[in-house]
């Protein structure tokens, strides 16, 4: 069983883009990004732990970070991950949390 303190730090942000909105819309399928050390299983339990939601499926990408040029210097973003969560028939994730 994962600690509940290692739990919070799993989760880093909602990951919101054009193909995570069909996703979801879709497939029942929310996409967050997620520690690079965070494993299926550690995504799993958080966001049945913080969101109160059955997931049934975890997917994990490693996204490269990109090259950017400032003049003549370059640099590099860090590298991220990213976590497709399919969530059970019927449940969902409310980000916005009633704001009307």
Request: glycine content about 8%; overall charge positive.
């Amino acid at each position: 069983m994962i600690r509940e303190e290692r739990l919070l730090k799993v989760i880093l942000a909602p990951h919101v883009s054009e193909k995570s909105t069909v996703s979801a819309e879709k497939h029942n399928t929310v996409v967050f990004k997620v520690a690079t050390t965070a494993t299926k299983a550690d995504v799993k339990a958080a966001v049945e732990k913080l969101f109160e939601t059955e997931v049934v499926g975890v997917r994990t990408v490693n996204v490269k970070g990109k090259t950017k040029r400032t003049g003549m210097r370059v640099g590099k973003r860090s590298d991220w991950k990213k976590a497709y969560v399919t969530l059970k028939e019927g449940s969902e994730i409310d980000f916005v949390g009633g704001a009307e």
